[in-house]
């Protein structure tokens, strides 16, 4: 049965690349990136085992702890596990749970992060290499360290099921998951400053790893990777206690996932989602009775219920905390604030027609003018964006009291906004690439949409950049050489904005009557 799961989920990953040829490009990619972490991983480890074993066993605690984290967390905030070998749809076969637990397992390292683990931590177990007794232990570390890995993963998944089964819980989850991943750059930049500042030497360093490495060898997360570090010091009995820490963690995680999954089996999560008491149309009743407005109160729907969509709302009230602290504080960085606000709100049009998904077939059937749809979602857009980038402009101006830089910051918000709205508005009618499904995570990525991913928003921001560059100069001039261009920018950025946004509809609209029927079909096709 476990080989029959592992050929299954090759036969189904196969069938995949015959679909698109973007995805077998994006699997290739994928798969020489990953080649490459893991002969850098071994390469490191081999060599830093020779140089010096013990510092080199504990950089693999730590990030062999990082790691595992990163397997048990990560699946959570992406919405479930690899639904490719959904257990319900083996509901039916009558296959021993045992059996499927242990198939599910096997075919989890199938997958390029899978096989990738596997490697690495087969190969870093040769880092003892100088002291062979070593490496069995070693071996034995890095297998329980896999196994918490993919089990860990999928038991914590699965009880997580019914909590991951409502919108409004992912909701959150997204949320909290966007928090510090857009706090990651200023963390590292604090931490390398403070570092860098606070007269650290290499043995203060090294006794602060010794600490960090002493506690992660307790927990589940660096037990197994301890190991081989315990048996190199001649800590048999810490060797061992370390050994019994990973064993009990892999059988804790199958107790787990075994149990979760036979009540899933038997008792399948159903949506606990209730009916809406909504009076009226809601946005169709606010909007104007035009398709310009159809469109533009459907998109307002977007926004507000679609966490495709939140999650750009999401990350807003964030930036400003994020600059202040990468700036060190209220610094001048934070005048950046409404221009860097009106790039990204206006950047995330630029995947609509994609983010329909097959609710496109009705959007394009219906016959609506390809004007009224790109100005209908600009229009919601810009609703949606005024009273945000107002405050921002206010709030910065007054934290900073650079208030003589005001008539640049408007020119240039409006600049920003207008022209990548306009870019957006042609690019999302143009570059179709396979995009974020409806009840997904906004963190999943399709596969095999890396690379079309790349060209199409590369050549949005290429664009975006090129037609703002008279704004942006006329800024520069600005701050470098009189506050009389100030004037200037605020004209030019105004009407350069409203003009590009108004030929982006028009070019993207026309765009859009053109090649409805195709839009439809590639839309579909990554369905």
Not at 214 to 234: E, F, N, Q, R
Not at 253 to 267: E, Q, R
Not at 473 to 502: E, K, R, Y
């Amino acid at each position: 049965m476990v080989a029959h799961l592992v050929r299954l989920r090759l036969t189904l990953m196969a069938n995949t690349f015959r679909r698109s040829v973007w995805q077998t490009i994006g699997f290739i990619l994928g798969v020489l990136y990953a080649l490459f972490i893991v002969v850098m991983a071994v390469i490191g480890a081999v060599a830093g085992g020779a140089v010096n074993a013990d510092l080199t066993g504990q950089v693999i605690v730590v990030i062999g702890s990082l790691v595992i984290l990163g397997w048990l967390v990560i699946p959570v905030f992406a919405f479930g596990t690899d639904a490719t070998l959904d257990p319900q749809r083996f509901v039916t076969f009558g296959i021993p749970r045992r059996s499927l637990l242990a198939g599910l397992a096997a075919a989890g390292l199938t997958s390029i992060p899978g096989a990738a683990t596997l490697l690495v931590a087969a190969g870093v177990s040769f880092a003892w290499w100088r002291t062979p007794l070593v490496v069995p232990f070693a071996l034995v570390g890095a297998a329980l360290a896999v196994a918490t890995c993919v089990i860990g993963s999928r038991a914590l998944t699965t009880a997580l099921v019914p909590l991951l089964d409502s919108r409004r819980s992912r909701e959150v989850l997204m949320v909290v998951a966007l928090i510090p991943i857009v706090l990651i750059g200023p963390m590292i930049g604090t931490v390398a400053e403070y570092f860098d500042g606070s007269g650290f030497s290499a043995a203060d360093i090294s006794a602060m790893l010794d600490s960090v490495v002493g506690v992660l060898s307790w927990t589940p997360l660096g037990a197994p990777w301890a190991i081989g570090l315990s048996v190199h010091d001649g800590a048999w009995l810490l060797a061992l206690a370390r050994l019994l820490v990973s064993v009990v963690t892999v059988g804790v995680a199958w107790w787990v996932w075994d149990v979760t999954l036979a009540k899933s089996l038997v008792s399948p999560p159903t949506s606990t989602a209730r009916g809406g008491k909504a009076k009226g149309l809601g946005w169709f009743d606010r909007m104007p009775s035009t398709p310009t407005g159809a469109v533009a109160a459907r998109c307002l729907t977007y926004w507000f219920r679609d966490p495709r969509y939140s999650a750009s709302i999401a990350i807003i009230p964030l930036l400003p905390v994020v600059l202040a602290v990468a700036g060190g504080g209220l610094s001048e960085l934070v005048l950046i604030l409404a221009p860097l606000t009106a790039w990204i709100l206006a950047f995330s049009i630029s995947a609509d027609i994609a983010y329909d998904h097959t609710a496109f077939a009705l959007h394009a059937s219906t016959a609506v003018s390809g004007r009224a749809d790109r100005g209908g979602r600009v229009l919601a857009l810009t609703a949606l964006a005024v009273p945000v980038l107002v405050i921002f402009l206010i709030g910065t101006l007054v934290a900073t009291g650079r208030w003589e830089l005001a008539l640049m910051l408007i020119g240039i918000t409006v600049a920003a906004f207008g022209v990548t709205a306009g870019v957006s508005s042609v690019t999302s009618a143009r570059l179709i690439y396979p995009a974020v499904k409806p009840g997904d995570s906004p963190m999943k990525q399709p596969q095999g949409a890396v690379i079309p991913t790349m060209i199409a928003q590369g050549v949005g921001v290429l664009a975006a950049l090129v037609l703002s560059s008279p704004v942006i100069v006329l800024a520069i001039l600005t701050i470098a050489q009189s506050l009389a261009f100030g004037w200037a920018c605020l004209v030019v950025g105004v009407v350069w904005g409203v003009t590009a946004c108004l030929i982006g509809i028009r070019m993207g609209g026309r765009w859009y009557d053109r090649r409805t029927p195709e839009l439809l079909q590639q839309v579909v096709a990554q369905a």
